[in-house]
């Protein structure tokens, strides 16, 4: 499985954005089972921002509950991450995460498939 993030840019405070997650490579043997996204802002270590199960439970990290929406297109493996009310401190380069369970003859492989992330830059 691999994941590719788009959707980044420049945006003014209190302004919107939405990323997007392209899933690829999952099949019946490889299946996607939480997607996350991770921000890393300069200088600081990569932090947990949401995450979505195959089942649809979100979680959210404290800083963007009520302004951060993550979501899936059912009709494919897209996930989004809409951003509303983007604050400065939101600049970061975003990261998507798929974790995978690999349907194998001696049982299931759980393995990581992460993007190249997106940047988002937040002026005041």
């Known amino acids: 499985v691999q994941v590719l993030e788009s959707g980044g840019g420049m945006v003014q405070s209190g302004g919107s954005l939405r990323l997007s997650c392209a899933a690829s490579g999952s099949s019946s043997s490889a299946r996607i089972t939480v997607i996350t996204w991770y921000c890393q802002a300069l200088g600081k270590e990569r932090e947990f921002v949401a995450s979505?199960?195959?089942?649809?439970?979100?979680s959210y990290s404290d800083p963007v509950k009520g302004r951060f929406t993550i979501s899936r297109d059912y009709g494919g493996n897209t996930f989004f991450l809409q951003m509303n009310s983007l604050k400065p401190e939101d600049a970061a380069v975003y990261y998507c995460?798929?974790?995978?369970?690999?349907?194998?003859?001696?049982?299931?492989?759980?393995?990581?498939?992460w993007g190249q992330g997106t940047r988002v830059t937040v002026s005041p």
């Open positions: 995460k798929a974790d995978v369970a690999v349907f194998i003859i001696e049982g299931i492989n759980y393995v990581e498939a």
């Open positions: 979505i199960t195959s089942g649809g439970a979100t």
